[in-house]
């Protein structure tokens, strides 16, 4: 089987999450400054969320160019990485809503390690599917992200209950830390 349904799925999927994310920002119905004030929470959450699913659609755009073809595996192990992502709207929400309260934070942490771990489930049924030395395999070798955002994300759900907005930071900080351009699949492709 082609990549292309998979690609165009996955592709439409995140974009319908990004869709629902903006429309729980409300409008407020004051026009001064001021009304923007109690939306703090919402807003950063929105961006925060926002950046995650930016992260996850361009790396997985990038990794589907390893693949030449897709197994059943590959669909499965697709459909759990989306069925992660599509919780983030709401625990985005539930987090923007209470003002990054322990709780929320902590389920929204949980759920950026739950979709972290279904993506490297992903990766490795990719590999299996395009056997030893595949282009993939080749260019995720010595992932230090890989290996680091989990610890974090971790790190993150065990402060929610100390200081959410501390556990917020450590979660931007994972965003940053995907935010600087992953070069490794690309230089792969191009050597072949």
């Not at 319908?16 to 807003?43: C, N, Q, R, S, Y």
């Not at 992502?85 to 929400?93: E, G, I, N, Q, R």
Request: charge should be positive; glycine fraction near 8%.
């Amino acid at each position: 089987m082609g990549k292309g349904r998979l690609e165009a799925f996955s592709d439409g999927v995140i974009a319908i999450l990004i869709t629902i994310m903006v429309l729980e920002l409300k409008v407020p119905h004051d026009t001064t400054l001021a009304a923007l004030g109690p939306l703090w929470g919402v807003f950063l959450s929105y961006v925060l969320s926002f950046v995650y699913l930016g992260i996850y659609w361009n790396n997985h755009h990038h990794m589907l160019h390893t693949v030449r073809h897709v197994t059943g595996a590959i669909l499965w192990a697709n459909l759990h990485l989306l069925f992660w992502l599509s919780l983030v709207p709401f625990v985005t929400a539930w987090m923007g809503e209470n003002h990054f309260a322990a709780l929320p934070t902590a389920v929204y942490g949980v759920v950026l390690l739950l979709a972290a771990m279904s993506y490297w489930i992903l990766q490795r049924c990719i590999i299996r599917a395009q056997g030893p030395g595949s282009l993939l395999q080749r260019a995720v070798q010595g992932d230090w992200k890989g290996n680091v955002s989990p610890l974090l994300y971790v790190v993150g759900i065990g402060l929610s209950f100390v200081s959410p907005l501390a556990a917020g930071l450590v979660y931007a900080l994972v965003a940053v830390i995907w935010l600087v351009p992953d070069r490794r699949i690309e230089r792969v492709l191009h050597e072949g």
